[in-house]
T-cell receptor, first 110, second 117 residues
Framework: KNEVEQSPQNLTAQEGEFITINCSYSVGISALHWLQQHPGGGIVSLFMLSSGKKKHGRLIATINIQEKHSSLHITASHPRDSAVYICAVRSKQGAQKLVFGQGTRLTINP | ETGVTQTPRHLVMGMTNKKSLKCEQHLGHNAMYWYKQSAKKPLELMFVYNFKEQTENNSVPSRFSPECPNSSHLFLHLHTLQPEDSALYLC????????????????FGAGTRLSVL
């Protein structure tokens, strides 16, 4: 079992819908990252958080340290949001090593 | 544009070939990373370099040989690869730990998609 589990693995929705992607982890962490990977392969960092909630445009990320759980929300989803969203955690022991989830493939239909 | 450039973007090689992947970053970072992304598997860390020194080798087979001549450039030399080595190879850079303002936010290149025949 992977130390970082994401759900769902695949998600298809209509434009405008509210999207939630979940990430659960089983190790102690110093930070959690949400990343976006477009079909070309390149990865962009969306958020880094260690507590609470962060918002950037239509994206919101939350983390509950006690429950070892994080969520990524997208409001008013758009076809350009279609991508793979990856959760990654940085453990307390290894500051540089990130452990990645398998990713959630999101498709937003017009 | 993330400031991390990888070349080539696509590579097809036979099992007896020798090839190299190149990564260059223009962000002034001193840590660079190689990752492997196979189909339907999470990203796997391969190597970490801090200030040109290798600080992590994640049990990578010797047919993958990294080289970091300076803090801006990272290479991955490939020889006698196997078909199961076909994957997307991603390079990233960041500030190393304990550098002021380090949040270990890693900036990724677009990757090299490698096919081994």
């Amino acid at each position: 079992k992977n130390e970082v589990e994401q759900s769902p693995q695949n998600l298809t929705a209509q434009e405008g819908e509210f999207i939630t992607i979940n990430c659960s982890y089983s190790v102690g962490i110093s930070a959690l990252h949400w990343l976006q990977q477009h079909p070309g392969g390149g990865i962009v960092s969306l958020f880094m958080l260690s507590s609470g909630k962060k918002k950037h445009g239509r994206l919101i990320a939350t983390i509950n340290i006690q429950e070892k759980h994080s969520s990524l929300h997208i409001t008013a989803s758009h076809p350009r949001d279609s991508a793979v969203y990856i959760c990654a955690v940085r453990s307390k022991q290894g500051a540089q090593k990130l452990v990645f989830g398998q990713g959630t493939r999101l498709t937003i239909n017009p | 544009e993330t400031g991390v450039t990888q070349t080539p973007r696509h590579l097809v090689m036979g099992m007896t070939n020798k090839k190299s992947l190149k990564c260059e970053q223009h962000l002034g970072h001193n840590a660079m990373y190689w990752y492997k992304q196979s189909a339907k598997k999470p990203l796997e860390l391969m190597f970490v370099y801090n200030f040109k020194e290798q600080t992590e080798n994640n049990s990578v087979p010797s047919r993958f040989s990294p080289e970091c001549p300076n803090s801006s450039h990272l290479f991955l030399h490939l020889h006698t690869l196997q078909p199961e080595d076909s994957a997307l190879y991603l390079c990233a850079s960041s500030q190393p730990p304990r550098v002021k303002d380090d949040k270990n936010i890693q900036y990724f290149g677009a990757g090299t998609r490698l096919s081994v025949l």
